[in-house]
């Protein structure tokens, strides 16, 4: 018993102290193994045993262009972050914006979109940040959302979720006034919803970029060259294009 326990605080102890792989030592094994969430559309969605969405679509780009193959690895989005420090994967694109406390925990590449947190709510319901004033909000666990809508001055009751599609469930179901996401998300569900529910403000802007161990400048070093051959090729331009109708791409 007691020799089980030691072994297993062991390799906890390894695991995290380990190194990340290099980009020398991923080049040579021919393969990046790239980690998302599968959740978030239009951005990284698993349909049936398939991954697509524009995040999925843009690392095979930066992978083809790296020379190497993609080994894909899901995650629930709360646990990303913390299994690249793990070295369970070479880097994470989840649609993580840039925040101050996230880049104590890991280091971010050049942004690989620039995007925003807006509200969607019921006709009638909240549709400013003043309005929200007394109101339930679902987010996704984890998320800027829920740490810029705690901002928000006398905002009512802010419920978590796991995913952002169980957020969006919620609202739909009555269970909240409002959902705070991703824009372009928004955007989609109002489509999807057909008048049921409406686009509100703005809350916050925010560059959304992929993430490596930190330390892990080789690779960061590659993956950003990458990302700027696709910026300035047409590949990003083609991939953005076929999700949201327009370059998504920060300026
Ligand atoms: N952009 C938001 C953030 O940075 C939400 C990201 C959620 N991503 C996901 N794959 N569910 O926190």
Redesign the pocket.
């Known amino acids: 018993m007691k020799k089980t326990v030691l072994t297993i605080a062991a390799l906890t102890l390894l695991a995290t102290t380990a190194q990340a792989r290099t980009w020398d030592e991923i080049k040579q094994s021919g393969t990046i193994k790239i980690a998302?969430?599968?959740?978030?559309p239009p951005?990284?969605i698993l349909e049936g045993k398939k991954l697509t969405g524009f995040?999925v679509e843009l690392a095979e780009n930066l992978a083809k262009e790296l020379g190497l193959k993609v080994q894909w690895v899901t995650q629930p989005?709360d646990n990303?972050l913390i299994g690249l420090q793990q070295n369970r994967y070479d880097f994470v694109i989840?649609?993580?914006?840039i925040?101050p406390q996230?880049a104590k925990a890991v280091d971010f590449s050049n942004p690989h979109y620039c995007?925003g947190?807006a509200i969607v709510a019921k006709p009638g319901g909240p549709l400013t940040a003043a309005d929200l004033a007394g109101k339930s909000v679902a987010v996704?666990v984890?998320?800027?959302?829920?740490?810029n809508v705690r901002k928000v001055s006398g905002v009512g009751d802010v419920k978590t979720f796991p995913?952002?599609t169980d957020a969006q469930a919620a609202l739909m179901a009555g269970r909240v006034d409002a959902w705070v996401?991703?824009k372009f998300t928004g955007l989609d569900l109002v489509k999807a919803q057909k008048g049921k529910v409406k686009a509100g403000a703005l809350l916050f802007n925010?560059r959304?970029a992929m993430a490596v161990k930190k330390g892990n400048s080789s690779l960061l070093k590659e993956l950003n060259s990458a990302l700027d051959k696709s910026l300035n090729n047409g590949s990003y331009a083609k991939i953005s294009s076929k999700y949201f109708g327009e370059d998504v791409r920060c300026r």
């Open positions: 998302t969430e599968g959740a978030f951005f990284n995040e989005f990303l989840a649609s993580h914006g925040t996230r995007t947190g996704q984890g998320t800027t959302y829920l740490e995913k952002d996401g991703d925010e959304i």
